[in-house]
């Protein structure tokens, strides 16, 4: 029991399944973890101990689809879910003393599954890719705690990199879930609109907004998967996928074929480090009898459309806020919201013609190929007293979300995408791909992934203790 944090989430559930645990000790271990390691990182700055002792305490153990059932494992939730009882902020000083009655629809239906929330996690003030904020501070990466883990999910990727928790909530709008998951060697999926029912906080019919799970490896992510997919009246997109279980699918036959791997997507900016290490890194898949071609569709005009519905729902969402509390919320934020107000129509009758296009030209592109490939982020992890990126290599970066634009033009996709790890930078800090699949084709992503896992070797190396 004193190193169960090493297991992996997948074999603390079956553990968990044949009673050779209880849950109460899994969450007391979990508990001991992160009092030893959190001081380190900040990724769990709101703990909800006494809620999981309880749940582990009162724990019934019946499930009502074992397939789908977590038998007690705790998972930390990242600060923009809403836990019952538990304070969510945001990481907005507005929110601070914020405690919801209920849990969100993405929540609720995973403790309906057998997991337990333990704690939250830390994000970045409303939207981000490094995550600090007025409310709980800055979070660290534990491969270099001067650098930045990513966000707006990086202490939810912390938690699962440093064994404080098995698994993790995130969620993806521009990235949110892909570019911490590289920054700190996890795996993160963000899967297509609707899979995973999404709270009433968020704009119902909004497609550019996900729910993801995080995890050590494919098969944990695939767990996590499992407990959290399903149809809620509270989300109009969501839908039920009975009969289909991602674990299981991981035992099919079936590998990919063709892949077209770009270190760009020939419309970004990428160091030139991380485009040689992800270049090198996919020519490992040969030995999986994969053909590598640089026919990618094109993604001309995707950033800026990107940038106009990104907008269009900050405005949706965070208009009314920003008229009563403008002067409590960051900078960027408020030019982000003020650039909703800002949008014509024109503009978003062009966005959306883009957006519409391009998925047409992958829906093509899948004609020939089995997926597309390029880096999780443009660069490494970046010192933490940078608020964000302002040039690659040179090369200036317009606005505060410019440096992760290699994610949110595969948002427009609306393709399910996995960020997986697959090397290290000179200064070992860890790099990323992503790995675009078919329309609802997470259970063939995340098959054909979990081989190119085995080749890279990196979640053998989890977890890891904070590194100076």
Same mark, same amino acid.
């Given at each position: ?68 059932? @977590?038998? !007690? ?7 923009? /879910?809403? +836990?019952? &009882?538990? *304070?969510?902020?945001? $990481? ?80 993806? @709008?521009? !990235? ?7 920054? /700190?060697? +996890?795996? &993160?999926? *963000?899967?297509?609109? $609707? ?274």
């Amino acid at each position: 029991m004193n190193e169960l944090y090493k297991n992996t989430a997948t074999e603390v559930v079956n553990l968990l399944k044949r009673k050779t645990i209880s849950p109460l000790e899994v969450v007391e271990h979990a508990i001991s973890r992160i009092e030893a390691i959190d001081q380190h990182v900040n990724a769990l700055p709101i703990r909800c101990f006494e809620r999981a002792i309880e749940q582990a305490k009162s724990f019934n153990n019946i499930p009502t689809n074992p397939d789908k059932y @977590l038998y !007690g494992l705790p998972i930390a939730v990242k600060d923009y /879910n809403d +836990v019952s &009882g538990v *304070r969510t902020t945001y $990481g907005s000083p507005i929110f601070s003393d914020n405690v919801p009655k209920k849990s969100d629809a993405t929540i609720a239906l995973l403790e309906q599954n057998g997991a337990i929330p333990i704690a939250k996690s830390n994000v970045p003030e409303w939207a981000g890719g490094h995550t600090f904020n007025p409310v709980f501070g800055t979070t660290r990466n534990p491969w270099n705690l001067t650098k930045v883990p990513g966000g707006s999910s990086g202490g939810s990727a912390v938690a699962v990199a440093t064994g404080m928790a098995w698994l993790a909530t995130g969620n993806d @709008l521009g !990235g949110s879930l892909r570019t911490p998951a590289a920054f /700190n060697g +996890v795996v &993160g999926l *963000r899967p297509g609109p $609707g899979l995973i029912p999404r709270g009433k906080r968020l704009q119902p019919f909004d497609t550019l907004w996900v729910e993801g799970p995080m995890a050590r490896n494919i098969s944990d992510l695939a767990l996590m998967l499992d407990a959290g997919v399903g149809h809620v009246k509270e989300d109009p997109l969501s839908f039920s996928n009975a009969g289909l279980l991602y674990t299981s699918g991981l035992r099919n036959k079936g590998e990919a074929k063709r892949v077209a791997f770009s270190k760009d997507l020939n419309v970004v900016s990428v160091s030139r480090e991380i485009a040689e290490i992800t270049e090198n890194s996919t020519k490992k898949l040969n030995q999986m009898g994969i053909e590598i071609t640089d026919e990618v569709p094109d993604f001309s005009g995707t950033l800026d459309a990107f940038q106009t519905l990104r907008a269009v729902l900050l405005g949706t969402m965070m208009g009314p806020l920003l008229y009563e509390h403008r002067d409590r919320i960051a900078p960027e934020i408020v030019r982000n919201v003020e650039m909703g107000f800002e949008v014509t129509p024109q503009s978003l009758f062009e966005a959306e013609r883009t957006r519409w296009q391009l998925y047409q030209r992958m829906i093509d592109f899948f004609e020939t190929h089995d997926y597309l490939i390029c880096p999780a982020a443009s660069i490494s992890p970046f010192p933490v007293e940078q608020r964000y990126v302002t040039e690659i290599d040179g090369q200036p970066c317009k606005t505060y979300i410019d440096w992760f634009s290699i994610t949110f033009a595969l948002t427009m996709t609306s393709c399910p995408v996995l960020s997986l790890p697959c090397g290290f930078t000179k200064k070992g800090l860890p790099v990323g791909l992503q790995i675009v699949g078919r329309p609802r084709g997470e259970a063939e992503l995340l098959r054909d992934a979990s081989r190119m896992e085995e080749i890279f070797g990196i979640a053998q190396l989890l977890p890891i203790n904070p590194k100076p």
